[in-house]
């Protein structure tokens, strides 16, 4: 009998501790992509993603295509495509002719609409320069149209948890990291 128990609980030890070493490991790795969190001991969490460049379709948007935007032509190349990407349109009803917009991840389309409107007021406030805030939201552009076809759950999350128009903009400019597979 006494045999018996022990064997039980060795075998009890046995399956639950590989368990619990994985999990240990699994934290101090600190090397996951594809769209997982990169735990970092004395930062933010980071999100990695691999991801292809969009270059192409960005070439075929002409300026006519794009048309205006307060910080530049490329970004309203960039913010055209952000848009084709994360928006699409439904009819109301047959027979109407009006569409209905539907938005794709709108958490994320939130977010870049909410740091587009604070740059905004940054740089008619003169608390930004232009240059800065190109620099800004092509970043936060680029992180928002590289990302769409991946598994954006954690980026999603992080949104929800940020409290403020400036934390929005730095999960997006240094809570992802892009690593380009071209």
């Known amino acids: 009998m006494k045999i018996k128990n022990k064997l039980i609980i060795l075998l009890f030890i046995v399956k639950i501790l590989p368990v619990n070493a994985q ?15 990169k735990v970092m001991p004395t ?14 379709m960005l070439e075929k948007i002409t300026p006519e295509m794009a048309g205006n935007h307060f910080l530049g032509v490329d970004i309203a190349r ?11 349109e439904v009819p109301v009803s047959p027979g109407n002719p009006a569409n209905k917009t539907m938005v794709e991840k709108p958490s994320i389309y939130s977010a870049v609409r909410k740091i587009e409107k604070q740059i905004r007021k940054d740089l ?7 240059v800065s805030a190109q620099a800004k939201f092509r970043n936060v552009l680029d992180v928002a149209i590289s990302i769409y076809y991946s598994d954006t759950k954690l980026v999603e999350d992080a949104i929800q948890n940020a409290g403020s128009s400036n934390e929005l903009t730095e999960i997006f400019t240094e809570g992802v990291i892009l690593i380009r597979i071209d």
């Open 78 to 88: 960039q913010y055209y495509l952000f848009n084709d990407l994360y928006t699409y």
């Open 124 to 130: 008619k406030s003169k608390k930004i320069d232009k």
């Open 23 to 37: 999990e240990f490991a699994a934290i101090d790795e600190l090397n996951y992509t594809s769209g997982s969190k």
């Open 43 to 56: 930062s933010k969490p980071l999100i990695e993603y691999r991801v292809l460049s969009y270059k192409e």
